[in-house]
């Protein structure tokens, strides 16, 4: 089965494009939503990894957006999978990113001392998750997305999320988009260089799902996975 792990600030039904590709081509295929069930409040990054690692078996492909890339990544060391995605993916420890960034974030500082679940206001999505889609095309995008955890907000902006590449068995693939300003091309290589995995790289922005090459991804993954399973 092939489990599909959203980012911070979505849901599941990001992936109902992706899940359809899949299931014509006959796959069978899971969308998890983190955050059903949990108080973002109270919920840390941990708290996603045990969810997905209480549905995922040693058969299961885990593929992963943004943080759900860095989910990715946790579940390879921590449990048994026969492969994992991670697209657009967020840094573990020890892999740093652009330092504008975090700046940016400075003034969501608050939301994050008092664990206030936030999102994002437009003009920042706009200048790091949503480059080069058009503004009529952005505006919907950004009305869709959710409020997130301001913990794990922290614990991903801090890069607090350390994960041991020497435990990781299994094949990984990761995918970045040129682009992205969150998870630039060159950090998500940075990160596949970690576990010696393989990379691509493709035309869009960090909201692949909106870009209008999306089915190359899809592909791209296609092949990957196709490959360990055989």
């Known amino acids: 089965m092939l ?7 979505s849901n599941e039904t990001v992936w109902n494009p992706m899940i359809k590709y899949f299931n014509d081509r006959n796959f069978l295929c899971k969308a998890v939503d983190l955050k059903e069930g949990l108080d973002l409040r109270k919920v840390h990054f941990q708290d996603y990894v045990e969810k997905v690692k209480s ?3 040693k058969d299961d492909i885990v593929i992963g957006h943004s943080m759900g890339g860095l989910i990715v990544q946790k579940l390879a060391e921590e449990s048994s999978i026969k492969g994992g995605v991670a697209v657009c993916s967020a840094a573990p420890k020890g892999v740093k990113f652009q330092g504008s960034i975090v700046l940016s974030s400075a003034k969501y500082a608050l939301n994050v001392m008092i664990g206030l679940p936030f999102k994002q206001d437009y003009t920042y ?10 503004e009529d095309k952005a505006k919907k995008i950004y009305e869709r997305l959710e ?7 922290y614990e991903l902006g801090m890069n607090r999320i350390r994960i041991d590449e020497t435990k990781v068995r299994c094949p990984l693939l990761f995918i970045a988009t040129k682009q992205d300003k969150v998870c630039a091309p060159e950090l998500v290589k940075r990160i596949a260089m970690k576990y010696n ?5 493709y ?3 960090h909201h692949f799902f909106s870009n209008d090459n999306w089915q190359d991804v899809a592909e791209g993954i296609r092949n990957f996975v196709t490959d360990i399973m055989n």
Do not use: P, W
């Open 197 to 201: 995995a393989n990379y691509k790289l």
């Open 3 to 9: 489990i599909f792990v959203h980012g911070m600030l």
């Open 55 to 57: 549905i995922a078996t």
């Open 203 to 205: 035309d869009g922005c």
């Open 125 to 134: 999505v706009r200048k790091y998750m949503l480059v080069g889609i058009e």
């Open 147 to 153: 409020k997130q955890s301001s913990i794990v907000t």
